[in-house]
């Protein structure tokens, strides 16, 4: 059984940071492009960013400069570093695992940005 448990969202303010972390079990983590999406109310879920398998991330416009994507293989873990928030960061976190045509989702974690 495959699952992605996020965890370290919270209220903080702008101009404030925080770190989600991802632990994935039930897959060979190493093997899969990991990711974090986010969907705010009324709006699609979007990607903020991801990470091969062999370490190259990518981040949307909208975070590139504020957030750092990294993944410890050893602890199956995938996090998101989070810096200079603002208002507009607000939303629900998803980390994401896919590989070839596979893919899975976790729950879900609430982010809002708000002093």
């Known amino acids: 059984q495959v699952q992605l448990v996020e965890s370290g969202g919270g209220l903080v303010q702008p101009g404030g940071s925080l770190r989600l972390s991802c632990a994935a079990s039930?897959?060979?983590?190493?093997?899969?492009?990991m990711g974090w999406y986010r969907q705010a109310p009324g709006k699609q879920r979007e990607l903020v960013a991801d990470?091969?398998?062999?370490?190259?991330?990518n981040y949307s416009d909208s975070v590139k400069g504020r957030f750092t994507i990294s993944r410890d293989n050893a602890k199956n873990t995938v996090f998101l570093e989070m810096n200079s928030l603002k208002s507009e960061d607000t939303a629900v976190y998803y980390c994401n695992a896919r590989r070839s045509i596979r893919q899975y989702w976790g729950q879900g974690t609430q982010v809002t940005v708000s002093s």
């Open positions: 990470i091969s398998s062999g370490g190259s991330p």
């Open positions: 039930g897959i060979s983590f190493s093997w899969y492009t």
